[in-house]
């Protein structure tokens, strides 16, 4: 590998600043953070060959993440249509031990999970310890395409009395009291919005309607979801003001250019397990002599 370890980790120390969601004031997901964003210019090819190393790094954390069996790492993806999650995590997780990996996407509620409560259907997916889990879309489309839709929230059959105006800010307390609890219990989190712009959804809409190959990705349903984006940005802009927290931070990401949206994604990642200091399982004196004797064993066939 040609990555100059501790210098990449300064970097990202850098990036991660950059992007995250202070827990100590208020954002404006409009004014802080630039769809378009990119540190630096670089070619594309040049973009995926830092990723291609930062995958090569990320299968090495996962391994030890694996082998230890302490921590789990639950990762959540939300962002509008178009923005580029399924893309993410077939990029960035491309070179993780399938193994070691598991993939949940929430669509429309079942039946099944309308009769429970709204965190339900996603605690049942969480990650065992030594796994990493990636939530497309989570228990935050409770807050946010719920919020847009409130008229949602009669499917869900809850006592009358909790349907009143303090819904939400209830929702965000229970969520930050799940997520300290998760943490608590050796489950790290990291929440990624990626942050496309309207222009940009735009042509990705476009591009799908003109790629035959791509057809199959598009629903007027999206197009129709379009036309509440303010009343998107101003739920998302209140869900990160209110639910990112020390213990699970969310990450802004610049969506418009996938490259760099990649490589963000990743470095936050590999950073992370980096600093949770993984090593392999130390086997011990009386263990390392008995594998000593079956190579012996071995040896003398």
């Known amino acids: 590998m040609t990555i100059d370890l501790h210098a990449a980790l300064k970097r990202i120390e850098q990036l991660k600043d950059l992007l995250a969601v202070p827990p100590d004031r208020k954002i404006s997901l409009h004014k802080d953070y630039d769809p378009g964003f990119m540190p630096s210019s670089r070619t594309k090819q040049e973009w995926e060959a830092m990723l291609a190393e930062g995958i090569e790094l990320l ?61 339900w259907r996603c605690a049942a997916r969480l990650p065992e310890r030594g796994k990493i889990v990636i939530f497309n879309r989570s228990y935050y489309e409770e807050v946010l395409v719920t919020r847009v839709h409130p008229q949602l929230l009669d499917d869900q059959r809850m006592p009358k009395q909790w349907k009143d105006e303090k819904i939400w800010k209830r929702r965000y307390e229970e969520i930050n009291n799940f ?48 036309r ?18 020390e213990w699970a931070p969310w990450y802004v990401i610049p969506a418009d250019h996938k490259p760099f949206m990649r490589i963000a994604v990743a470095a936050i990642i590999i950073k992370t397990l980096h600093d949770l200091k993984l090593e392999y399982p130390d086997v011990g004196k009386e263990r390392r002599k008995e594998l000593a004797g079956i190579r012996a064993a071995l040896e003398a066939e």
């Open 59 to 119: 299968a090495e954390y996962q391994d030890r993440l694996y082998a230890q069996s302490e921590y789990a790492l639950l990762i959540v993806l939300q962002a509008l249509d178009a923005a580029g999650k399924d893309g993410t995590i077939k990029h960035v997780m491309s070179g993780v031990n399938p193994q070691g990996c598991d993939v949940y996407s929430f669509k429309k509620p079942s039946s099944e999970e309308l009769r429970h409560d709204y965190l």
């Open 179 to 226: 997520e300290k609890y998760l943490v608590h219990n050796g489950t790290i989190i990291l929440k990624f919005f990626l942050n496309v712009s309207y222009a940009e959804q735009k042509r990705r809409f476009l591009a799908r309607i003109d790629r035959p190959e791509k057809n199959w990705k598009f629903s007027g349903a999206d197009v129709e979801e379009r």
């Open 228 to 245: 509440f984006w303010k009343d998107y940005q101003r739920a998302y802009e209140d869900c990160f003001n209110a639910t990112s927290t």
